[in-house]
């Protein structure tokens, strides 16, 4: 392990950009329940580009209500809070999530691909299994690969140390950390504490190769866990890192996972992923959309 490349990926984490800052005061706002939607309403509406974004998603037949949303809020009374914070952030982390991801073999769109249907899966999942809903669900999901951003360079600039550890049995997040010093997991956690989401999300994205490891064990890490396998089993993602996912034996046994669980989950996301990615394409919007003045 060479501190020098450990020094460099911790230096790129905190030189990542972060949410953009409309959206991060949004975000905000959102994690406050007694907040009113109209201060959320005057929060969103000066940024033209995210007001036509969340229409769109609020109006999309995955996400939307069942009728017509013309305000923004509308989109926070009728959709609720969690989902409105899903929808941003979702908007906010499109772009950076779309770039290809080297090191790990990720075409264009593919990491972000991945991303969306593990956030489908989640929450396909729980009520596949009928589990109490999780309102982080989705948005664990979503940002679990985001170290990957950071990570996939200096993977690169190592693979073949890395992938030597691998072939001797080693998982990649445990190759990564061998040669690296940090793997894409903590990777993740980093870039979402500093960007203050949190503590539950960042936890997700910290541990979500390893929820047995972690103390009390967490549905939610379970979850995110398992609907990255059935990603993965579906062709989505796979990459480099995916041909060496080891399944959690513990995660599949606490959530009771059978084989028609996965097959199930997998079809849905399989029918759905497209739907998904399109609704959160910004080049999709009608630039002519705009918020209705209450």
């Known amino acids: 392990m060479s501190e020098a490349v450990t020094h460099a990926v911790l230096a790129k984490i905190r030189s990542l950009p972060s949410v953009p800052g ?8 959102l994690r406050n329940p ?9 929060a969103v509406r000066y940024d033209p580009g995210l007001t036509a974004n969340i229409l769109k998603l609020s109006n999309s037949a995955y996400f939307g209500y069942r009728g017509t949303i013309a305000s923004i809020r509308q989109a926070v009374v009728r959709l609720g809070w969690n989902r409105m914070y899903q929808l941003i952030i979702a908007t906010s982390i499109h772009g950076v999530m779309e770039e290809p991801v080297p090191g790990y073999e990720l075409p264009r769109g593919e990491l972000w691909r991945h991303s969306i249907g593990v956030a489908v ?37 190592d693979f073949d140390a890395i992938q030597d550890l691998a072939a001797q049995g080693m998982s990649f997040e445990e190759a990564e950390r061998r040669v690296l010093g940090i793997d894409h997991c903590e990777a993740g956690g980093r870039i979402l504490q500093s960007w203050f989401f949190p503590p539950v999300l960042v936890s997700a994205a910290r541990s979500h190769h390893e929820p047995d ?13 398992v609907a990255d396998m059935i990603c993965l089993m579906f062709g989505m993602g796979l990459g480099q890192e995916g041909l060496q996912y080891r399944p959690a034996e513990g995660a599949l046994t606490r959530l009771r996972i059978e084989s028609i669980h996965l097959e199930r989950v997998g079809s ?10 399109n609704a959160l394409n910004p080049n999709a919007v009608e630039t002519e959309t705009s918020e209705e003045k209450e």
């Open 22 to 29: 409309t959206a991060a005061n949004v975000l905000r706002l």
């Open 213 to 225: 490891s972690v103390e009390p064990t967490s549905a939610l890490l379970d979850i995110v866990h």
């Open 121 to 157: 899966a989640a929450e396909a999942l729980v009520r596949e299994l009928k589990l109490p809903p999780s309102e982080e669900a989705f948005t664990a999901a979503l940002l679990h690969d985001v170290g990957k951003l950071v990570l996939g360079v200096f993977v690169a600039a």
């Open 34 to 42: 007694r907040m009113d939607a109209l201060r959320i309403e005057r």
């Open 268 to 277: 849905r996301v399989v029918s759905e992923v497209d739907e998904v990615m």
